[in-house]
């Protein structure tokens, strides 16, 4: 293993001293050596080239550390659970073989990823959950668990208040961090109305919830927030998903909106990828769980979505 990270650090130009580590510190330096490296990307394909034939041999020091981790956890705690977060944001790359890098990291590397010695939780891809292997992952990893977003219009379009309650609490609980005992409505937005809208236009995506936020923040100077600086916020990123969306999909977006649901093929698949569709989830009265899908809010004010509809509704 050391051999192996002489030769990583010499690869990517580093100066990280590995001897004489104890294991914790070692995994926190392989941290450091892949934030470096998205810096870098052309050497992202060497690395990989050095790392694949000795996987065996980390998977060993990860699981050395896991094994001193358990020593060392708090007391009355006896177990690990590991979340392997941000994995579904890589984007999918279809291979010489012909299967997509996804399929490469979930399937042909399955052992590697069940052989760490805790509980683990792998953020896998929403387009993978729609693909033809779907069935293969569940058999290896069991049923997996879709977190839909959090729903803030029912499938009619009315406001569905349990959810934008929620919402405004992850706020609330953010904000709290920085300004205890502030009224969300008043001192933290000039008004409930600006509040709403941020909330709304978000989807119910909190990754996209927080943007919203983060840039209103930064066209601010003073607290409150303006209805101005939310708008600007949500024009900002409405002009992103804008230049997501290619010629072709506009469409399809339009057909979602009409019909609330998708097909499962390649155009919807990279969609919901992409986060211009959102699934949402809800327990009938039978308790039986039912799927929804709309197109986020940010792009239903596009003019290119806005002609699509219209064209939609004007066929016979």
């Known amino acids: 293993l050391e051999s192996r990270w002489q030769e990583l650090k010499d690869l990517a130009l580093t100066e990280i001293a590995f001897d004489g580590l104890s294991a ?23 690395i990989r080239q050095k790392i694949n034939p000795h996987t065996v041999t980390l998977l060993k020091a990860l699981n050395q550390f896991i094994t001193e981790a358990k020593q060392n956890l ?5 177990k690990l659970a590991v979340i392997a977060d941000n994995l579904d944001r890589i984007v999918p790359v279809i291979q010489e073989s012909n299967q997509t890098n ?10 590697q990823l069940k052989g760490l010695k805790c509980h683990i939780v792998y953020t ?11 069935n293969d992952l569940r058999d290896i990893y069991g049923d997996a668990q879709v977190l839909p977003m ?23 609980k953010r904000v709290g961090q920085f300004a205890p005992n502030r009224s969300l409505e008043t001192d933290i937005f000039e008004s409930p109305e600006a509040l709403e809208r941020l909330c709304l236009m ?16 930064a066209r ?18 409405r002009d992103t998903y804008r230049r997501t969306v290619q010629d072709g999909q506009w469409s399809v977006l339009a057909d979602v909106y009409r019909s609330k649901q998708i097909h499962n093929n390649n155009q919807y ?4 990828f992409n986060r211009c569709l959102l699934e949402y989830q809800y327990f009938d009265d039978e308790g039986e769980r039912q799927c929804w899908y709309d197109v986020h809010p940010l792009i239903k004010g596009i003019k290119q979505f806005k002609d699509a509809c219209a064209q939609l509704d004007s066929q016979p």
């Open 24 to 46: 914790e510190a070692k995994i926190s330096q392989y941290g450091k050596l892949t934030a470096n490296l998205r810096a870098v990307p052309t050497l992202r394909q060497q």
């Open 74 to 78: 708090p007391a009355g705690c006896t």
């Open 102 to 111: 996804h399929e490469e990291i979930f399937l042909d590397r399955s052992e």
């Open 124 to 134: 896998v891809p929403i387009s993978m959950l729609y693909s033809k292997r779907t």
């Open 150 to 172: 959090i729903m803030v219009r029912t499938k009619e379009g009315n406001l569905y208040q349990p959810g934008f309650n929620k919402i405004k609490e992850v706020i609330s």
């Open 202 to 217: 978000s989807g119910g995506h909190v990754r996209n919830l927080l943007l919203l936020i983060q840039t209103a923040i």
């Open 220 to 237: 601010t100077e003073t607290l409150p927030i303006s209805l101005r600086a939310v708008q600007r916020s949500i024009t900002d990123a």
């Open 269 to 272: 698949r990279q969609l919901l």
